[in-house]
């Protein structure tokens, strides 16, 4: 089979086939509504009855001047549908957030991501198709994008706004109302391919990305120029290739951490049902010549879980990076107990910093920071070496969701941080380079579980502990989101 072909025949629903099984999602709403009057932390989760949300934040402290622009955020919203639940927080369709900052005001709007998966199942009343994890079969998947719910960032680039799933194609929004204007097709022979949710940008504008055919054993990768046109596409095969969440990009690799899971796709599997953990197997390196798109070598480590990686750097053949591990994938089941209402102990997942000795082929890790997620780096450092990482934190894996944010620094370990307390829910923190080009701005929100609002906070990125410089306090709670972007203005 060629290549065209090939694709063609993936975009016609390999990577997610048919499911047989209806879903008996009504269970699992009888059991998120049975345990919500005594887990209030998992209120955010009923999802948005709303098409639309917006408002204007209550401010207190000083916003500093010089921060202007617009911080982007997506993640899952709808979880119900005539009368049905779905059973994993990755399921829920997209909802894009804009939080537009201007001259002392901070100001929210969302609204959902009209995918054809959307559009279809409003108008239909119920759900038509799989999810993540979900069974339903209502109606043929005719290719990827059949079942994008474009739930998990929003990415500007070259002047468009991408909301992005991992399964299927980018979908284009307008950027300034987040109108839902369709789905981006870089050429007609990639129609439908995976474009996964984490992209990272180079310093010169370049954005990299990859893509999972799960049960093909192919890995696709996307080079977008500066300008938002396809510099580069191409293909590797990786045996037992399972999903791949995130990656780095270095000055001459992309790197691919690939944990141990067997992959086994029947007709009634869900995306994660396939998957199976196997702690015998080690976490797979995955090193691809930028360049070239050719592999350049499969290093292994001890096995272990990993969903998000910060940032690297390469210097000769030593490949050094940072990562968020865990002994075994408990964390990600975990986000689908919550949607029955339940909170689970997970394995402890800890940045890591870990060094690829490529001419050897051996690697390495050490501790950082236990208890992390949601890596990110100042836009300028992507791909090169770097001294400052920023996470979200918890120290009780038991508790759904984040309560705090630190600054690690790469090279002496040193940490600096900021505890929200335990009845908050902390999202992703995104490094915002400061006007003067010295530090950086750290932007984020959080949920307040007892008041039941969103609150946007900025810190000062180089004094995290001193607490936040001002919040933004919406009078309503917002949906919790995944990942996203500020842009400037």
Known sequence: MDRRNFLQGVAAGATLTALPILARADETKDAYRAHLPGTPRLAPLAGCASERLGGVAALEGRWPAELRGTFYRNGPA???????????????????????????????????????????ETAAGRFLYP???????????????????????????GGKLYALWEGGSATELDPDGLAT?????WRDDLAAMPFSAHPKITPDGTLWNFGIVHGANKLLLWR???????????????????????????ARYMVFLVPPWDVRMTRDSTILGAHTWNGARPLRVVVVDRTDFTLR??????AGMTLHLGNGWDEGDVIRLDACLAADDSALRALGNVMRGEQTQAAVMRSVLVTIDLARGVARSE????????PRVAP???????????????PDTAQFGMTG???????????????????WIVEEHVPVPKASGRGVWLVGAAYDVRQRQTVLAVFDGARLAHGPVARARLAYAAPLCFHGNFLRT
Request: charged share 30%.
């Open 297 to 302: 070598r499969i290093v292994e480590m001890p």
């Open 367 to 374: 501790s950082l920071l236990d208890g992390t997620e949601f």
């Open 131 to 157: 999810a993540f994890d979900t069974r339903i079969a209502r109606r043929p998947v005719g290719n990827n994008d059949s079942v994008n719910p474009a739930n998990t960032n929003l990415v500007p680039h």
């Open 78 to 120: 709808r979880f119900e549908l005539g009368g049905e639940r779905y059973r994993h927080w990755f399921d829920g369709d997209g909802m894009a957030h804009a939080w537009h900052i201007d001259g002392g005001t901070v100001r929210h709007e969302a609204r959902f991501v009209r995918t054809q998966k959307y559009e279809q």
């Open 405 to 423: 944010i630190a600054r690690i620094e790469v090279e002496s370990g040193k940490v600096d941080r900021f505890d929200y307390g335990a009845d």
């Open 380 to 394: 300028a450092d992507v791909g090169q070496r770097y001294r400052e990482l920023f996470v979200t934190t918890r």
């Open 224 to 250: 977008i120029d500066a300008d938002g046109s396809l510099g580069k596409f191409g293909m590797l095969d990786v045996p037992q290739l399972p999903i791949v969440h995130d990656f780095v990009v270095t």
């Open 181 to 185: 204007r369709g789905i981006k097709r």
